[in-house]
């Protein structure tokens, strides 16, 4: 999705629910350069079905599982510039959740190429609002003529606790 596309949606649903992300949320994108809102990504359906659900909480427009699935999203990632940190927000009011934002490169010149991970983070097993960061080295330089790049966000749940999922956002640390 459009980098812009996907600001201006976020802008336009706070304008229309009157809703404004939270002050962690919102210290976490002004600090970074390159953001994913976890509502607008894509869902990977289970059984031919969205398990996903957005729903729109005091830190901000989250997405989380309905009952006892594992949510898997792709966000696709314009990488239009040089990173070498990437940041994941995400809520969970249980001990036995974990979220995991993981980068890849896939190869567009090269048919049934995998794709390669680049950097993954993850959430701790804990409860709470969580803001989990990585740095990594060798840092992502795109080259969109040979590769595309995407995130892919894993919520797994061993129970039916609630888990929330805002963000991925990405920045060049010097």
Not at 116 to 125: H, M
């Amino acid at each position: 999705m459009n980098k812009k596309l996907l600001r201006t949606g976020v802008l336009g649903f706070f304008l229309l629910t009157g809703s404004a992300p939270g002050a962690v949320l919102a210290q976490s994108l002004s600090d970074f350069d390159d953001h994913w809102l976890a509502a607008a990504c894509t869902q990977v359906p289970v059984r031919g079905r969205l398990v996903g659900e957005v729903s729109d909480t005091a830190h901000g427009v989250a997405i989380g599982p309905i009952a006892r699935r594992t949510l898997v999203l792709y966000c696709n990632v314009d990488a239009d510039s040089y990173h070498n940190q990437i940041q994941l927000v995400a809520e969970d009011n249980s001990p036995h959740v974990q979220v995991t934002a993981t980068l890849f490169q896939q190869d567009i010149l090269t048919p049934g190429a995998a794709p390669t991970a680049i950097v993954s983070v993850a959430t701790e097993d804990k409860p709470g609002l969580q803001v989990a960061t990585v740095f990594f080295e060798p840092a992502l330089e795109p080259d969109e003529l040979f590769y595309m790049y995407f995130v892919k966000i894993e919520v797994v749940r061993k129970t039916y606790a609630p888990v929330l999922v805002y963000s991925v956002s990405m920045q060049d640390v010097l």
